[in-house]
């Protein structure tokens, strides 16, 4: 029986080509449009779940209030992660990590560079999952100087994995010994170190001070345990080994600071709620973004919901043409659950080919995907085991859900009654295929105006005033290689001397570098929290401000020729604002050395402000920051002036190498870090902007599709109406008067909600666009236009028809 419920439906669906292959098409674009978002979505939520203990894991976070001044950091105290595991029976164990940043590691007689470096504590393998490959977990980072590697780091500096024993020059001073080899870390992890250096090795580690924060703290909960029960106990915690030394440091005790309106503050975060959730200060890689992920899951939910709209519309729609078949079966004694089980047949046949070329779909073009997301995606026998369920119990639903029109509704009805051809019912007749189609043009329009509201934001950041020149910038990164500061300051003059360089600064401060440190300077020479500010601050040197191309709204810039420019400041207008002095220039102000013992305090003098400038996102305000005149060797910037950029880069590598033969030069361009930092909102403009077309597309099938039917539903009254003398334009105008209806029914319904989304999106930028009248007009003309291009194809097809062959069977 089955077998002939087959057979019969594969002869149905052959005998409509073109009404299968734009229902199987349509529903196969939005399965594999909404799998390629499930795969982003889950690669970001997967994010640290490779850990066995994941569940137990938690970051201690620190708050800082000072004065007016708030801050979050993603790092505490050197001495927190011990105490925590000797004072709390609930804490299990605990680890500390800390970025090591960039060092050369010897490999014969070439340096190369390695940024993934970090230190961390011998219990990081119980607290993690970090599988060892070869040497012993409990001693391998016991020793000071000792180091572990991944395995590719061990394949690419001896070309095998069992290294244990085998020594690293690092900076052409330290000697590590290998003592270790793990599995590279997963690529779902919010800290990717390549190498693991002892903690023991940097003294800093055993500080007792508990007014300074530098070390990510991890702590694993025992089984069972409460982690609102260690939270709680925070504040006595820091009362009692935080107090002395703010008794001594500030001359306050801990109570008197928070009477102050300040506070200091341990909260803690879930491991696997870092990537998503945490954008503090001192995190070790960048972090996403759920609203992203939000929005994509909103996407492909519609997208899925558009492609299935589709299908029942068009299965639905094509279904009442079989009235008359089913009352033939009926007539020669088809029971009725044989017809239910011959149409579900059908649509379920349907349902599985499209998932199949889904699945094809996907494959193809998950490459050019990951290209697009910045991924690196791939389709595994473990991700098969959840992607093979969820595509059959989508193709059964979707399958039964449109098949149960035809399936239920038609095979109720009498013999007589169809053979009559009284359910003939043209387009008018079905409200349900009507709300069907409403209901989808709705989710196009907002998708348009939401894509639309995307790019105007991004192209906003892209043209907005940044305070500073980024184009032409040349940026040779970590300067300090090359041995000391009199020979960068030499690589600063001789690039600047250079015919195809207008000018050159010498600092690590810029605008689109993760270089930065906090300070804490008062108005007045006691210091005093409340009448404190908690700036960013910057050395740099007297030609960074017209290299950067900014500009002094008040006051000079600093000058090589005034000694006491050492102890001046150039502040921007949010420090200006924030102090509410009416006139910075010639004030002073008294900082403090160390922003969390801030005792001793050193007077400097603001001899200029310069116009804001942006140094952070834009999804934060311009804060407070202060220049001040010192040497940095970080980076080296200069500004190049001609045309030319290739050829006065030579110019630059050779003047490096004249300096540092040994070492590769690393440079790039201020307007590509720029595009860096925002490449992650580009990245999720341009896949709104791809699912958003896609959408459309799939909605465009199903109306072409339902268009196709009402004009073979009509077929003899527009062969009448032409015989009468109806023209082309008058039909055409006949057939899409009924589609652009509904069409301007979904532009009202979705424009308001659209609005909302799209504005509740933006709050999430600190400087952002307003959004016009013009981008819900622009929308609404957009799906009219795809509308009526959709819809005319099959109604000129209609209006040209010779109506001889309509009406020569009357």
């Given at each position: 029986?089955?077998?002939?419920?087959?057979?019969?439906?594969?002869?149905?669906?052959?005998?409509?080509?073109?009404?299968?292959?734009?229902?199987?098409?349509?529903?196969?674009?939005?399965?594999?449009?909404?799998?390629?978002?499930?795969?982003?979505?889950?690669?970001?939520?997967?994010?640290?779940?490779?850990?066995?203990?994941?569940?137990?894991?938690?970051?201690?976070?620190?708050?800082?209030?000072?004065?007016?001044?708030?801050?979050?950091?993603?790092?505490?105290?050197?001495?927190?992660?011990?105490?925590?595991?000797?004072?709390?029976?609930?804490?299990?164990?605990?680890?500390?990590?800390?970025?090591?940043?960039?060092?050369?590691?010897?490999?014969g007689t070439e340096k190369i560079r390695e940024d993934y470096i970090g230190f961390a504590d011998p219990s990081v393998f119980d607290v993690f999952t970090l599988p060892v490959l070869f040497g012993d977990v409990k001693t391998a980072l016991v020793e000071p100087n000792s180091i572990v590697l991944t395995e590719s780091m061990a394949k690419k500096y001896f070309g095998k994995t069992d290294v244990v024993g085998e020594s690293l020059l690092f900076d052409d001073r330290e000697t590590m010994k290998v003592t270790g080899v793990i599995k590279d870390i997963p690529q779902q992890s919010h800290f990717r170190f390549d190498f693991l250096v002892s903690m023991s090795s940097l003294a800093d580690s055993r500080s007792p001070e508990w007014l300074r924060s530098e070390y990510n703290t991890y702590v694993l909960f025992r089984k069972g345990a409460d982690p609102k029960k260690l939270e709680a106990a925070f504040p006595q915690l820091l009362r009692k080994y935080s107090g002395g030394q703010m008794q001594s440091e500030l001359k306050k005790s801990y109570d008197e600071f928070e009477k102050g309106g300040s506070y200091f503050r341990l909260n803690l975060i879930p491991l696997t709620d870092i990537h998503l959730h945490s954008k503090m200060i001192g995190e070790l890689s960048a972090a996403g973004t759920v609203e992203y992920i939000y929005i994509l899951s909103g996407i492909a939910l519609f997208i899925l919901i558009i492609a299935c709209i589709n299908f029942m519309n068009l299965s639905t729609a094509r279904s009442s043409n079989r009235a008359r078949e089913v009352g033939v079966r009926k007539v020669l004694g088809s029971a009725r659950k044989n017809l239910i089980a011959q149409f579900l047949t059908e649509s379920i046949l349907v349902t599985f080919a499209a998932t199949l070329i889904a699945m094809a779909i996907v494959v193809l073009v998950l490459p050019g995907f990951n290209v697009l997301a910045g991924k690196e995606l791939s389709i595994s026998l473990q991700s098969l085991k959840w992607i093979v369920p969820m595509l059959l119990m989508v193709a059964l639903v979707v399958?039964?859900?449109?098949?149960?029109y035809p399936a239920?509704?038609?095979?109720?009805?009498?013999?007589?009654?169809?053979?009559?051809?009284?359910?003939?019912?043209?387009?008018?007749?079905?409200?349900?295929?009507?709300?069907?189609?409403?209901?989808?043009?709705?989710?196009?329009?907002?998708?348009?105006?939401?894509?639309?509201?995307?790019?105007?934001?991004?192209?906003?950041?892209?043209?907005?005033?940044?305070?500073?020149?980024?184009?032409?910038?040349?940026?040779?990164?970590?300067?300090?290689?090359?041995?000391?500061?009199?020979?960068?300051?030499?690589?600063?003059?001789?690039?600047?001397?250079?015919?195809?360089?207008?000018?050159?600064?010498?600092?690590?401060?810029?605008?689109?570098?993760?270089?930065?440190?906090?300070?804490?300077?008062?108005?007045?020479?006691?210091?005093?929290?409340s009448r404190a500010i908690f700036p960013q601050v910057w050395r740099v040197d007297a030609d960074y401000i017209k290299t950067l191309g900014m500009q002094l709204v008040q006051g000079r810039n600093f000058s090589k020729d005034m000694p006491t420019d050492t102890a001046s400041l150039?502040?921007?207008?949010?420090?200006?604002?924030?102090?509410?002095?009416?006139?910075?220039?010639?004030?002073?102000?008294?900082?403090?050395?160390?922003?969390?013992?801030?005792?001793?305090?050193?007077?400097?003098?603001?001899?200029?402000?310069?116009?804001?400038?942006?140094?952070?996102?834009?999804?934060?305000?311009?804060?407070?920051?202060?220049?001040?005149?010192?040497?940095?060797?970080?980076?080296?910037?200069?500004?190049?002036?001609?045309?030319?950029?290739?050829?006065?880069?030579?110019?630059?590598?050779?003047?490096?190498?004249?300096?540092?033969?040994?070492?590769?030069?690393?440079?790039?361009?201020?307007?590509?870090?720029?595009?860096?930092?925002?490449?992650?909102?580009?990245?999720?403009?341009?896949?709104?902007?791809?699912?958003?077309?896609?959408?459309?597309?799939?909605?465009?099938?199903?109306?072409?599709?339902?268009?196709?039917?009402?004009?073979?539903?009509?077929?003899?009254?527009?062969?009448?109406?032409?015989?009468?003398?109806?023209?082309?334009?008058?039909?055409?105008?006949?057939?899409?008067?009924?589609?652009?209806?509904?069409?301007?029914l979904a532009i009202l319904i979705s424009s308001p909600i659209a609005w909302y989304s799209m504005h509740r999106w933006l709050q999430n930028y600190a400087y952002r666009i307003n959004i016009g009248w013009w981008v819900f007009a622009a929308a609404g003309i957009a799906g009219i236009v795809v509308a009526l291009l959709t819809i005319s194809f099959q109604s000129i097809k209609a209006a040209l028809a010779n109506p001889v062959k309509s009406l020569r069977s009357e």
């Open positions: 029986m089955i077998r002939n419920y087959i057979k019969s439906a594969y002869r149905s669906l052959k005998k409509n080509t073109g009404f299968t292959a734009i229902n199987i098409m349509g529903l196969a674009l939005g399965l594999a449009a909404c799998l390629l978002i499930v795969f982003y979505v889950i690669d970001e939520l997967s994010y640290d779940r490779y850990n066995e203990k994941a569940g137990r894991i938690y970051r201690v976070n620190e708050d800082l209030k000072l004065g007016e001044n708030k801050l979050q950091y993603a790092v505490c105290m050197a001495p927190l992660a011990q105490t925590l595991k000797n004072d709390f029976p609930e804490v299990e164990n605990a680890v500390r990590l800390k970025k090591a940043g960039s060092i050369h590691i010897k490999k399958g039964a859900l449109a098949g149960s239920f509704f038609l095979s109720a009805f009498q013999p007589v009654s169809v053979l009559k051809g009284s359910l003939s019912a043209g387009f008018k007749s079905s409200r349900l295929r009507s709300f069907l189609v409403v209901f989808q043009f709705s989710i196009s329009i907002f998708l348009i105006i939401g894509t639309l509201v995307v790019y105007q934001q991004l192209n906003y950041i892209q043209t907005k005033n940044l305070g500073y020149n980024r184009n032409q910038v040349l940026v040779i990164n970590n300067s300090f290689e090359i041995g000391n500061g009199d020979k960068v300051k030499l690589l600063k003059q001789q690039i600047a001397a250079l015919p195809g360089i207008e000018n050159a600064t010498m600092s690590g401060y810029l605008p689109t570098s993760q270089w930065r440190n906090m300070g804490i300077y008062y108005k007045d020479a006691v210091p005093d929290q150039i502040i921007n207008e949010a420090a200006a604002k924030f102090l509410g002095f009416k006139n910075p220039v010639n004030q002073t102000l008294y900082h403090s050395k160390d922003y969390q013992t801030h005792g001793e305090v050193s007077p400097y003098k603001i001899i200029g402000v310069v116009k804001d400038f942006h140094f952070n996102s834009m999804r934060e305000t311009i804060a407070p920051m202060m220049m001040v005149l010192g040497e940095d060797w970080g980076r080296v910037s200069a500004r190049v002036s001609t045309a030319n950029i290739n050829n006065t880069l030579d110019q630059v590598k050779k003047v490096w190498s004249g300096i540092s033969p040994d070492i590769k030069i690393d440079y790039s361009f201020m307007d590509a870090e720029f595009d860096a930092i925002y490449r992650s909102e580009q990245q999720i403009g341009q896949i709104f902007i791809v699912f958003t077309s896609l959408a459309i597309i799939i909605a465009c099938l199903g109306l072409f599709g339902l268009a196709a039917y009402a004009a073979e539903q009509r077929t003899k009254e527009i062969g009448i109406r032409k015989v009468l003398g109806a023209s082309v334009s008058t039909i055409v105008n006949l057939l899409s008067k009924d589609f652009l209806k509904l069409v301007l």
